[in-house]
Every structure is written in structure tokens, then in C-alpha cells.
């Protein structure tokens, strides 16, 4: 699902064909991307590429849906005690597909049904006393190897900024970003459509380029070409000839789908969390169509009585028809108490919100903290990605993901090259099949001012 762009923050996955001592790199055991394959440059301006899509300038015709009451209305804080998951430590269902010899990591990750993996890489390097990091372009593995593309920019505008994936195939991917004037102002969101073999750009109009492209901008394909970008009150869907803008009744920043069901949650966006979901009425149902994003209301997840303390719904994952998981969590400041770095202490629980087409069931997770075992420093969820089987993985924090099976919660550590740990940034299901990718980075333990930082990927299943 949705992961959180390096546009934001540096993010990192990894992967290994491994190395045998802590001093050792890990081997990236095909060739770094640029070697094989190569970078594509951009096909001239993007000015000079023939218009391949429609952008609506003002929302598309929709029914405004009644939303659904939240059923219950609130989610209590359960006891100190209490933990509804569960989960146990097991041997890891991972392994690692691939370390890159050079310097980065990856940031977003889409996987098509065909296989084809898009992401997006940051490379690094360190430079005296500094450590210069660059955007390492989007690129794709179509079999064994990475190949490199650049986006064009649009007509006088400086390099655009990807923070969104989608992808189809390994012959039609987008790219959601923003673009800012060659001054530095005027920033504006744009899309970036691979077709026929060549990527274009296409500069969004207002109010739309005002909100995707911007942080927390979520991308998924859903079907057979279509395509959702969501952020804030903006939805954008790709219908195979043009990208028809909705408006959102909720703040949404991450989606998820199943086959032609398509879900949308909070995400990283402050505020009160919400869910909804795309629906498509027939004229033989209802004697009208009816077409647009229902708020489904989710339960108020309690918190602690302290000043600093809020709730977030940070993604979604769709398992099937009304089997939809949402994952987030709270979290709270402790006064005059400090975590390992000197920060105010941060205390939480995980929680995952399941919905059966009626109502909500909630299901929380063991107190956490900023401080103590790694496996137990998880305040809320991370990412969510359904598992292919009528499962779901979730990301506890870094190297740590969650899955549920049958009912049954379990843990399963990320590998890592010895010397080297774990950073997922990215989870994504291959449609059609049980494997998930997860991609980020290997970073080193060595304790330098510059920990050395590979790209990775690995997948379950």
C-alpha cells in the first residue's frame, strides 16, 4: 500500500544475496541498475510529446452517498494487560531477493500482475563530512535486472519530484509527483503516464494539482486499466482515457483494492481519522446509476488523558467483498520521561480495525513505547498489504512486519547481511498470486557518523 515518500522522509528497504562478516558489502548479485539496461533519458520536453490523456478540470458528476454510522461508535482503551493479537515469533516467511552493490535504498515499490516491479530509488554518498543524497530515478525489474528511467519534466520546470507508484504492467506504470518552477516556486502536482515505451508528464489543473503530488499522495492500479490517486479531499481515477477528478468525503492519504473494490483511508493526514470506499450502482439496482465515494464511519479509538495524544489510521488493506482490515494505532507524550535519544517519551497501542460489511470489530495490540526491545517499540501499524491468501501483512516498525493467517497473528523478522539491519519502506502485493514484495534498504551497524545504507528487496510467498 502506501508507504510514505522519500520526498518526505528517507526511507529504506532491503534485500540480500548476502555477505558473510559484518565488514563485508553485501553483493548485489546481478549488476547495479545502470549496467544493465541502463538509464533511459527523457524523450525530449515534455511539451513536445503528443498528449496521451484527459485531465478533468473540475469534479466529475457524482452521487452524493449517504455515509454509514460508525458501528460501534467508539473502540475503549483496553487494560495495561490486555492484548487481542496476541502474536507469537516465528521463523521469517521472507527472504531476500536482491542488495544493490551501490550506495541508496528504494523508496516506493508497485508490482503489476505481470511481475514487472516499479520503484523508486534514492542513491548516496558521502562527500567529506556531509552525505549527499540523490533522487536515483524510477526504475523497473522485468526478470533480473533493473532498468532506469527518467521522468521528463514538464515545459519550464525543474526536475519533478515522484512521491506516488502505480502500475499495471511492465508497459503502463504512473507516476504521481509535483513540479516546481525553475525559480523554486510555484510548485505544482503532475503525472507521469509509461506507455507505448516512453514516459510523458502532465501538469494537473487546480484544484487538483493543489493537493496530488504533495505529501501523503497514495497511487494504486485497480483493474484492468484503471488506476485511483487520492490525497486530501481529491480523488483522480484513470478510466482508460481520461483521469476523472472526485471529490473526497474524507481526508484520505492511503488506498488500497481487490479487484474493482477500492477503499480509502486517513494515512498520514491529521486530524480525525476516516474510511470510505468507491461504489458503483447499476441502473437495473436502483433505477439510477449511481457512482462515488461513501464515508463509512470508523469507531472513535480512545486514548489516554494526557495533553499530547491523538489516533491515526494509517492504511488498508482489502482482503475481499466486506473483509476489509484498517491498521493504526494511538499514541501518547509521558511528562519529564525520555526515550534512549533524549526525546519526551512516546507510549502507544496498535490496533486493526476489521469490517465485515455491517460493523467494526477492534482489535488492539500490546502497549509499546520509544524505548525497550526492538520487537515491542511499536506505538501503531505501518503499512498494510493483503497477502494473496485471505491474509494480511503489516508493518510493526523497520525490519519487523505482522501477518495474519487463519485468524492467528504472528512475527516474522525481515534478514538482513550480517553487519547489516533490516528498513522495509514499502509493502506490495503481486495481483493475482500469494507473493508480496517489500522493499527499502540494508543499513549498517557500524558505528560511523555515516551509516552505509544498500537498497533491497525481499518477498513472502
Not at 508528464?201 to 493543489?210: R, Y
Not at 493467517?405 to 523478522?413: L, N, Q, V, Y
Not at 550480517?418 to 514484495?437: D, E, H, I, K
Request: overall charge neutral; some cysteine; hydrophobic content about 40%.
Amino acid at each position: 500500500m502506501r508507504t510514505v515518500s522519500r520526498a518526505l522522509a528517507v526511507l529504506m528497504v532491503a534485500v540480500a544475496g548476502c555477505a558473510s562478516s559484518p565488514d563485508a558489502t553485501p553483493a548485489d548479485r546481478a549488476s547495479t541498475p545502470d549496467a544493465i539496461g541502463g538509464r533511459t533519458p527523457a524523450p525530449g520536453r515534455a511539451a513536445d510529446a503528443k498528449p496521451m490523456a484527459v485531465i478533468s478540470p473540475r469534479p466529475a458528476g457524482a452521487t452524493e452517498l449517504q455515509p454509514l454510522p460508525a458501528r460501534p461508535a467508539r473502540c475503549a482503551l483496553p487494560p495495561e494487560g490486555r492484548d487481542d493479537l496476541r502474536a507469537s515469533d516465528v521463523a521469517t516467511a521472507w527472504r531476500t531477493l536482491w542488495v544493490d552493490r551501490a550506495r541508496g535504498s528504494i523508496d516506493l515499490l508497485a508490482v503489476a500482475a505481470d511481475g514487472a516491479l516499479w520503484a523508486t530509488f534514492w542513491t548516496e554518498k558521502q562527500r567529506g563530512t556531509s552525505l549527499e543524497t540523490r533522487d536515483g530515478g524510477v526504475r523497473r525489474r522485468d526478470g533480473g535486472a533493473w532498468r532506469t528511467f527518467e521522468i521528463p519534466p514538464l515545459p519550464d520546470r525543474g526536475v519533478p519530484s515522484v512521491v506516488a507508484l502505480a502500475a499495471a504492467s511492465a508497459d503502463k506504470a504512473w507516476a504521481i509527483g509535483n513540479s516546481s518552477g525553475r525559480k523554486g516556486g510555484d510548485t505544482i502536482g503532475f503525472i507521469g503516464t509509461y506507455e507505448r515505451g516512453r514516459w510523458h508528464s502532465e501538469a494537473l489543473a487546480k484544484p487538483a494539482a493543489d493537493t496530488i503530488g504533495w505529501g501523503f499522495t497514495a497511487a494504486r492500479s485497480a483493474g484492468a486499466d484503471r488506476a485511483w490517486t487520492v490525497n486530501g479531499r481529491v480523488g483522480l481515477l484513470w478510466t482508460g482515457r481520461e483521469w476523472q477528478h472526485y471529490r473526497l468525503p474524507g481526508e484520505a492519504g492511503a488506498l488500497s483494492s481487490q479487484d474493482e473494490q477500492v477503499w480509502a483511508v486517513t494515512g498520514g493526514h491529521g486530524g480525525q481519522p476516516a474510511a470510505m470506499r468507491w461504489e458503483q450502482v447499476g441502473r437495473e439496482q436502483v433505477g439510477r446509476e449511481q457512482v462515488g465515494w461513501r464515508l463509512i464511519g470508523v469507531p472513535v479509538l480512545e486514548t489516554p488523558d494526557h495533553e499530547v495524544s491523538g489516533s491515526v489510521l494509517r492504511d488498508v488493506g482489502v482482503i475481499g467483498q466486506d473483509d476489509v482490515w484498517v491498521v493504526g494505532g494511538v499514541s501518547w507524550l509521558m511528562e519529564h520521561e525520555y526515550d534512549d535519544e533524549g526525546e519526551p517519551l512516546e507510549r502507544g497501542r496498535p490496533v486493526a480495525l476489521h469490517w465485515n460489511g455491517r460493523s467494526w470489530t477492534c482489535h488492539w495490540g500490546p502497549p509499546g513505547s520509544s524505548v525497550g526491545r526492538p520487537a515491542w517499540r511499536i506505538t501503531t501499524f505501518g503499512q498494510a498489504e493483503p497477502d494473496g491468501r485471505g491474509g494480511l501483512w503489516v508493518l510493526g516498525r523497520g525490519d519487523l512486519l505482522w501477518h495474519l493467517s487463519e485468524g492467528r497473528w504472528t512475527r516474522h523478522r525481515i534478514p538482513a547481511p550480517a553487519g547489516y539491519v533490516a528498513q522495509v519502506n514499502s509493502l506490495a502485493l503481486r495481483p493475482g498470486t500469494g507473493q508480496v514484495y517489500a522493499a527499502g534498504s540494508v543499513t549498517s551497524k557500524k558505528g560511523n557518523p555515516f551509516a552505509v545504507s544498500h537498497a533491497a528487496l525481499w518477498r513472502a510467498g
